[in-house]
C-alpha cells in the first residue's frame, strides 16, 4: 500500500505538469483557433531562460520566476501572435500547421545557438533537495507538492478567469462567434493576443517545472509538449475539466507502469512513448472534433506543366546532373548523392500534402521501413528489393489511411506524428532492427553499370527521380489527379456527387507510402549504412517544413528542399560553431516566409517570372506601329477559376 500510495502521488505530480502545458494549448486554440505545435518549445526557451537568471546570473528565484513568467513568456507570445499568427487565414489547416512547426524548429535554433548542448545545465529542485514530508513512509518533495498546488492554482484561476471576469468572457464570446463579438465592440484580435500571453505564460510555468526534475535538454524539453497533446485531445481542445483529468491519467499510468510493469524485449521502450500511445487511442475511438480549421494547404494553383514539359523538364534535370557530377568531389559529392536520394522519398509529400491535401509528420518512419526492407531483400543490391520496399510501403500506407478515413488536418497531423514516435520507439530502437549496431544496406546493383562509384550512382538517382517525378505530374494531370484536386477543395461537394472518398484516400496513401518506402530504400542503398538516428520522428518536420518551403505543389520543391538539408552540414562547417544549428535556421526561419509566400518559392518565383515576360512582351507588341496589341493577338481566354481548380485540369 505504501509503494502504491509513493507511485500515486509521483502520478500526480507529473500529471499536474502535463495539465499545466495542456490548458495553455486549449486557452490558445479555444480564442485564437490555432493549434500551436510551438507550445513545447516556448516551454523550453523559457526554462533555459529561467536557468540564465538563476543558476548562471544568480537571481533569486521569485524575481527570476516573475520575470520569465510574467514578462518574457507573455511577450514572446504576443509577439508571435502580432507578427504571424495574426496574418494566417485560420481556416487553412496546412499553413496553420506549418507556421506553428516552423516556429518550434526556429525556437530550437535559437536555443542551440544562445546554450549550446556541449554543456551539461540542471536546475534544482524548488526549495532543494532536501525539503520534504513523509506520508505512509514515502518522502514527498516540496517540489512536488508545489507542482500539485500550482496546477491546482491554474485550474481554479483559468475557470474564475472565463466565468467570473468579463475579459474572460469577452474570450468565450470570441470563440461563440468572432463576428458576432466584433459587430458588439468586442476585440478580437486583441482577445487572440491575450490568449497567446496566457498559454505562453503556462507553457513556461511547465517547462520549468519539468526541467528542474530534469535535465535542461532542448529536444527532450521541446518534446514534452507531446505528452500534453493527449490531454488537451481528450479535452477535446475545450474543456479543461477533461484535459486535466486526461493529465493525471496519463501521469498516474506512467507510474504505475514504471513501479509495477516489468517492460522487456519488443515492450523495452514503451514508457516514453505512453502518452503518444494514449494520443493515439483518444484520436482513434473518441468522436472526431469538430475544429473550426478547415483543409486547404495551398492558397493558390501551381501551374502544372504539360506532358511534354515535364519529360523535357527530367531530360534537362539528367542532362545537369551529367554535367555537374564529375566536378563534385568527397563530402560535397557525398551530400548532393544523399540530397537527390532523399529528393525521391519527398516527392511522396507532394503527391500527399500538395495534391491530396493530407497531412503526414511521419515520413522518415515510412524512408526507413524501406531502407529495411531493402537491407534484408535487396541482397547484393538486387532490384527486386526496391519492389518489395514499394509493396510493403503500399500495404502499409493502406493501414495508416484506416485513421485518415475519420480524421483530418490536425487531428491527422497529430496521428501521423504519434504514429512516428511509436514506430521510433518500440520498431527502429529495437536491438533486432538499429537499435543496437548500425544497418548495413548494399548499393543498388544494375547490370553494366558501376553503381559503387559516387557519380554514376547520382546520375542514376537523379534519372530515377526525374522520371518519378514525370510520373507524379501525369498522375496530377490523369483522372486520379483532378479527383486529388476535388477532394482537396471540397470533401462534402465529393460526397454529395457521389465520389468514393474512402476509396481514393486509400488509393493516396498507399501510393504516397509506396514512394516514400521506395526512396527510402534508394536513400538507405546511397548511405550504406544507417542508424535509428538516422530515422527520428522528428526529422520529418524538417522534411515536411522544407518541401513546403520551396513548394509542396511541385516536384521542384522535393529536390531543392532535400538538397538543401543534405548540403546544410557543408554551410555549417563554415560557420562558426555556435552557429551550427543552419539546419535549424533554414527551415524554422524559411517557414516563417510561407505567411507571405504559402505556394512556395519555386512557384512563386516562376509566376512571377511569367508575369515579367508576359509585361515585356506586352509593351514589345505596343511599340510596334500599326500592329495589334500582344493581348489583341491571344484570343484564347485565361482560365477561369473554379475555387482553386482551374477549367485548364478539367
Not at 341 to 365: C, D, K, N, P
Not at 403 to 425: D, I, K, V
Request: glycine content about 10%; proline content about 4%.
Amino acid at each position: 500500500m505504501s509503494e502504491f500510495i509513493g507511485l500515486t502521488i509521483a502520478g500526480i505530480s507529473l500529471g499536474a505538469i502535463y495539465a499545466i502545458a495542456a490548458s495553455g494549448l486549449v486557452v490558445t486554440y479555444t480564442t485564437s483557433g490555432v493549434f500551436n505545435f510551438a507550445h513545447g518549445a516556448i516551454g523550453m526557451i523559457m526554462a533555459f531562460a529561467y536557468w540564465q537568471l538563476r543558476v548562471s546570473d544568480h537571481w533569486a528565484a521569485p524575481y527570476a520566476l516573475g520575470l520569465v513568467l510574467l514578462v518574457l513568456a507573455p511577450l514572446l507570445g504576443v509577439l508571435l501572435e502580432r507578427v504571424l499568427i495574426r496574418h494566417i487565414n485560420i481556416n487553412d489547416t496546412g499553413l496553420t500547421l506549418v507556421v506553428t512547426l516552423a516556429i518550434l524548429v526556429a525556437l530550437m535554433g535559437i536555443a542551440f545557438t544562445v546554450w549550446p548542448q556541449t554543456t551539461g545545465r540542471t536546475l534544482n529542485l524548488f526549495f532543494g533537495p532536501n525539503r520534504h514530508i513523509v506520508i505512509d513512509g514515502n518522502r514527498v518533495s516540496y517540489a512536488e507538492i508545489l507542482t500539485i498546488v500550482l496546477a491546482a492554482a491554474v485550474a481554479g484561476g483559468l475557470r474564475l478567469f472565463f466565468y467570473n471576469t468579463r475579459l474572460g468572457i469577452a474570450m468565450r464570446g470570441v470563440v461563440d462567434d468572432r463576428s458576432l463579438m466584433a459587430l458588439n465592440g468586442g476585440r478580437p484580435k486583441s482577445l487572440n493576443a491575450l490568449s497567446w500571453m496566457i498559454g505562453a505564460s503556462l507553457g513556461a510555468l511547465a517547462g520549468i517545472l519539468q526541467a528542474s526534475t530534469a535535465a535542461l535538454d532542448i529536444l527532450n524539453l521541446t518534446l514534452l509538449v507531446l505528452n500534453s497533446f493527449a490531454a488537451a485531445m481528450l479535452g477535446r481542445l475545450r474543456s479543461l475539466p477533461l484535459t486535466f483529468a486526461g493529465a493525471m491519467v496519463i501521469g498516474l499510468a506512467d507510474a504505475y507502469v514504471t513501479g509495477y510493469v516489468n517492460l522487456s524485449g519488443w515492450l523495452v521502450h514503451l514508457r516514453p512513448v505512453l502518452p503518444t500511445l494514449f494520443l493515439f487511442i483518444v484520436l482513434l475511438a473518441l468522436p472526431a472534433v469538430r475544429l473550426r480549421a478547415g483543409v486547404a494547404p495551398v492558397a493558390k494553383a501551381v501551374r502544372i506543366p504539360s506532358a511534354r514539359g515535364s519529360l523535357v523538364n527530367a531530360a534537362l534535370l539528367v542532362a545537369i546532373a551529367v554535367i555537374v557530377a564529375p566536378f563534385l568531389h568527397g563530402t560535397v559529392l557525398g551530400n548532393v548523392n544523399t540530397g537527390v536520394s532523399l529528393a525521391i522519398g519527398a516527392l511522396s509529400i507532394v503527391l500527399l500534402s500538395g495534391y491530396g491535401g493530407q497531412i503526414s509528420l511521419s515520413q522518415y518512419t515510412f524512408f526507413g521501413l524501406g531502407a529495411y526492407v531493402f537491407a534484408h531483400t535487396g541482397h547484393h543490391g538486387n532490384p527486386v528489393g526496391l519492389l518489395v520496399a514499394a509493396l510493403a510501403g503500399a500495404a502499409l500506407g493502406a493501414v495508416v489511411a484506416l485513421p485518415a478515413l475519420r480524421l483530418r488536418g490536425l487531428e491527422l497531423a497529430l496521428s501521423t506524428l504519434a504514429f512516428g514516435q511509436l514506430a521510433y520507439y518500440l520498431f527502429f530502437l529495437q536491438d533486432s532492427v538499429m537499435g543496437r549496431s548500425d544497418l548495413v544496406i548494399p548499393r543498388l546493383h544494375l547490370p553494366g553499370i558501376d553503381m559503387g562509384n559516387d557519380r554514376t550512382n547520382l546520375v542514376v538517382m537523379t534519372a530515377i527521380f526525374a522520371l518519378l517525378a514525370a510520373g507524379i505530374l501525369a498522375i496530377r494531370r490523369g483522372p486520379f489527379g483532378r479527383l486529388l484536386n476535388a477532394t482537396k477543395d471540397s470533401q462534402a461537394a465529393c460526397a454529395t456527387l457521389g465520389l468514393n472518398l474512402r476509396l481514393t484516400k486509400v488509393a493516396l496513401f498507399s501510393l504516397a507510402t509506396a514512394i516514400a518506402t521506395f526512396g527510402g530504400a534508394l536513400y538507405g542503398s546511397t548511405q550504406h549504412t544507417v542508424t535509428s538516428d538516422n530515422f527520428q520522428y522528428i526529422e520529418s518536420l524538417f522534411i515536411v517544413l522544407i518541401v513546403y518551403i520551396w513548394g509542396v505543389s511541385t516536384p521542384g520543391g522535393a529536390l531543392a528542399g532535400s538538397l538543401s538539408l543534405a548540403l546544410a552540414p557543408q554551410i555549417a562547417i563554415h560557420l562558426p560553431s555556435r552557429f551550427a544549428a543552419v539546419t535549424y535556421f533554414m527551415t524554422g526561419f524559411g517557414a516563417l516566409g510561407l505567411v507571405l509566400r504559402p505556394e512556395g518559392i519555386i512557384a512563386s518565383t516562376g509566376e512571377q517570372l511569367r508575369e515579367q515576360l508576359a509585361r515585356i512582351r506586352g509593351l514589345r507588341g505596343r511599340g510596334l506601329p500599326g500592329r495589334p496589341l500582344a493581348a489583341d493577338m491571344s484570343p484564347s481566354p485565361s482560365p477561369v477559376e473554379v475555387s482553386r481548380a482551374t477549367v485548364a485540369d478539367a
